[in-house]
């Protein structure tokens, strides 16, 4: 309803639409993100590794994703600098986007390798970054274009369901409990979320799990 010249104007009614689109948009890509699944057969991950192979950049993406438990857009805020001297050990500090708090990863083996590998087949400054795209002089790729990757990878070792950017985290996170049997308390701690019932999102438990316990006897 529109009243040219009451109280709610055309004007305002729009700017109320407008901020009402936002919102769901939101909604729906927050919803979109949650949905996605990790990645929890490791022949996979490894055959995923080797079809990127022959293209360091997003070998390294890949990698660092599923290994460094980080947010997807922190990872491709890096530059060159962030990482060009760091050793296996070291600590890399961050900032979050999302919640503007301090985080950090630690550069493992195989990090350092795709690392090295990546950085070795192109000239950079250390104020290019770390991801940058292919479009423009020193812009990072963005997060739709992760998605975008990581469906096509998925797809190219036959996975079924539903993958994107954030599943890089969520298979971190899975591999970590289910495979290293990391707690979930100290996965809520990595991953700095501010309530139990996100970290639980994340834990990516299988029905077949839940059905293995039963077999347990007390």
Same mark, same amino acid.
């Given at each position: 309803? /529109?009243?040219?010249?009451?109280p709610?104007?055309?004007?305002?009614q729009?700017?109320?639409?407008?901020?009402?689109?936002a919102? @769901?948009?939101e909604?729906?890509? *927050?919803e979109?993100?949650?949905?996605?699944?990790?990645?929890?057969?490791?022949k996979?991950?490894k055959?995923i590794?080797?079809? *990127?192979s022959?293209?360091?950049?997003d070998?390294l993406?890949?990698?660092?994703?599923? %290994? /460094?438990?980080? #947010?997807? =857009? +922190?990872?491709?805020?890096l530059?060159?600098? +962030?990482?060009?001297?760091?050793?296996?050990?070291? #600590?890399?500090?961050?900032?979050?986007?999302?919640?503007?708090?301090?985080?950090?990863?630690?550069?493992?083996?195989e990090?350092?390798l795709?690392? +090295? +590998?990546h @950085?070795?087949?192109f000239?950079?400054?250390?104020?290019?970054?770390l991801?940058? /795209?292919?479009?423009?002089?020193n812009?990072p @790729?963005?997060?739709?274009a992760?998605?975008?990757y990581?469906?096509?990878?998925?797809?190219a070792? %036959?996975?079924?369901?539903?993958?994107?950017?954030?599943? @890089?985290?969520?298979?971190?996170?899975?591999? =970590? #409990?289910k495979?290293?049997?990391?707690?979930?308390?100290? *996965?809520?701690?990595? *991953?700095?979320? /501010?309530?139990?019932?996100?970290?639980r #999102?994340?834990?990516?438990?299988?029905?077949?799990e839940?059905?293995?316990?039963?077999?347990?006897?007390?």
């Amino acid at each position: 309803m /529109s009243y040219r010249n009451g109280p709610w104007s055309s004007r305002k009614q729009g700017r109320f639409e407008c901020s009402i689109s936002a919102w @769901l948009e939101e909604k729906q890509a *927050l919803e979109a993100k949650m949905k996605v699944e990790p990645i929890i057969d490791v022949k996979s991950i490894k055959s995923i590794k080797k079809i *990127l192979s022959d293209n360091p950049r997003d070998k390294l993406l890949f990698i660092m994703g599923i %290994n /460094s438990g980080l #947010r997807v =857009q +922190d990872l491709l805020a890096l530059k060159v600098g +962030d990482v060009k001297d760091v050793k296996v050990g070291d #600590r890399v500090i961050l900032r979050e986007k999302k919640t503007g708090k301090e985080n950090v990863f630690i550069m493992n083996k195989e990090i350092k390798l795709a690392l +090295d +590998d990546h @950085l070795s087949q192109f000239e950079s400054g250390d104020d290019h970054f770390l991801f940058k /795209s292919r479009k423009g002089r020193n812009y990072p @790729l963005t997060t739709f274009a992760v998605t975008k990757y990581v469906k096509r990878w998925t797809e190219a070792v %036959n996975l079924k369901g539903n993958y994107g950017a954030h599943t @890089l985290r969520k298979t971190w996170c899975y591999h =970590q #409990r289910k495979t290293f049997g990391v707690s979930w308390e100290v *996965l809520a701690k990595r *991953l700095n979320h /501010s309530s139990p019932s996100i970290t639980r #999102r994340y834990l990516g438990i299988q029905e077949e799990e839940v059905e293995e316990i039963l077999l347990n006897v007390i």
